[in-house]
């Protein structure tokens, strides 16, 4: 059962969510449910087959972030990562729930991060899929200057001119949920978005060891993506979890990406009942 919802980020910008729910759910996975942000670049569909898996355990809720799919956003200044933090909070606010489970692919799982630094009282567990990378000042430089000709791309060709450099280098599986997104997106909200490359989200990767709740961490495989990071974070989170697999060229589309996590994932929650 798919149920849809308009709520307001901390900043009262209107921003899309869709709740999944299984009927006859019973909560047999935890107490809490579970927010899953999709990566950069896709909307909340590329999540609906691993929701639907999930949720015979818990409700599911899973928004558009801000500037992707129907969370249209072309204010690139209302684009930085303490926003998308406190839009994390903002829906467990509207939704009526204290505590979520929150996860994350790609961009999502540093939103998840920043939301658990942030936010801890709010944030019961971390799932974060395909960690994105942290740069270093020169590393953080280059990124700007990607992200910055990435929207001018965009703005002057077209989403699909923006992406088209990009993509051979990442992960099959990202390909295949851009390229379905985009028909569902708006070019100036995407290019707005892209300003987030201005921001920073962590200066170091030692910031993250103040994250202390429950995480499960599944590796990326790409230069934007590299697993290195993810089996960093494993040892640095003291409640830190290195799942068993991680992103991989077998995982093409968004079913794929749901038949490899959801068992590693429904474990973990289980697991999270117990503690």
């Given amino acids: 059962m798919t149920d849809t919802l308009t709520y307001g980020g901390a900043d009262g910008w209107p ?72 839009d994390v909070v903002a829906l467990l606010d509207h939704i009526g729930v204290e505590r979520a ?21 709010r944030i019961g567990a971390l799932i974060l899929m395909s960690v994105e990378d942290i740069e270093d000042d020169e590393a953080k430089a280059a990124e700007v200057v990607f992200m910055d000709e990435f929207a001018a791309r965009v703005r002057e060709r077209g989403i699909d001119a923006g992406y088209a450099p990009i993509l051979p280098d990442l992960a099959p599986v990202i390909g295949t949920m851009v390229r379905d997104a985009i028909p569902r997106s708006d ?35 790409d230069y934007r993506h590299p697993a290195a990071v993810a089996e960093h974070l494993s040892r640095l989170l003291p409640s830190g979890r290195l799942a068993a697999l991680g992103m991989s060229d077998e995982i093409r589309t968004a079913e794929d990406f749901a ?14 009942r117990k503690r």
Wanted: charged letters at 20%; hydrophobic letters at 45%.
């Fill in 15 to 86: 921003l899309f969510c869709a709740k999944i729910q299984a009927a006859g759910a019973t909560d047999r996975g935890s107490d809490l449910p579970v927010v899953l942000l999709h990566g950069g670049g896709p909307d909340h569909e590329s999540l609906l087959p691993l929701a639907r898996r999930l949720s015979h355990r818990q409700t599911v809720w899973l928004p558009d972030i801000r500037g992707y799919g129907r969370s249209i956003c072309p204010d690139a200044s209302r684009h930085t990562w303490s926003q998308y933090a406190r």
């Fill in 101 to 121: 489970v929150i996860g994350g692919a790609g961009l999502g799982g540093t939103i998840a991060m920043r939301a658990a630094l942030a936010h801890p009282d």
């Fill in 187 to 221: 070019a100036a909200s995407v290019a707005a978005a892209a300003a987030i490359g201005h921001d920073r989200a962590f200066r170091h990767i030692e910031e993250l060891g103040a994250i202390e709740t429950p995480t499960l961490i599944f590796p990326g495989m």
């Fill in 259 to 272: 038949d490899a996590f959801a068992p590693g994932i429904g474990e973990f929650l289980t697991s999270l």
